[in-house]
Nanobody
Framework: QVQLVESGGGWVQAGGSLTLSCTASPSIFNGNTMAWYRQGSGKQRELVARIFAFGHTIYEDSVRGRFTISKDDTKKTVSLQMNFLQPEDSGIYYC??????????WGQGTQVSVSS
């Protein structure tokens, strides 16, 4: 079964931390670059961080130095450690391969809410 399951979201105050986790089916995870995306209220989904199959990572400017993406190839999981969270980090966070189109399989996402 092709699926993605995200978890770990919640509500935090500005400056706080959260760790998101995603479990992907092998057909999505194996050999692919994996990424975390987020969609703020009224905004389009945007890429946040990516991790290549060999482990190299790239972050968008808005999260570099605060977020850390990692993965476990055995468990087919991708994590996102988020520190020093700000209100603009609020949104629904999704993981998926990169690239992923709207018509690809997506999980339900996990909500992150940061209050000032």
């Amino acid at each position: 079964q092709v699926q993605l399951v995200e978890s770990g979201g919640g509500w935090v105050q500005a400056g706080g931390s959260l760790t998101l986790s995603c479990t992907a089916s092998p057909s999505i995870f194996n050999g692919n670059t994996m990424a975390w995306y987020r969609q703020g209220s009224g905004k389009q989904r945007e890429l946040v961080a990516r991790i290549f199959a060999f482990g190299h990572t790239i972050y968008e400017d808005s999260v570099r130095g605060r977020f850390t993406i990692s993965k476990d190839d055995t468990k087919k999981t991708v994590s996102l450690q988020m520190n020093f969270l700000q209100p603009e980090d609020s949104g629904i966070y999704y993981c998926n391969k990169l690239p992923a189109r709207d018509y690809d399989v997506w999980g339900q996402g996990t909500q992150v809410s940061v209050s000032s």
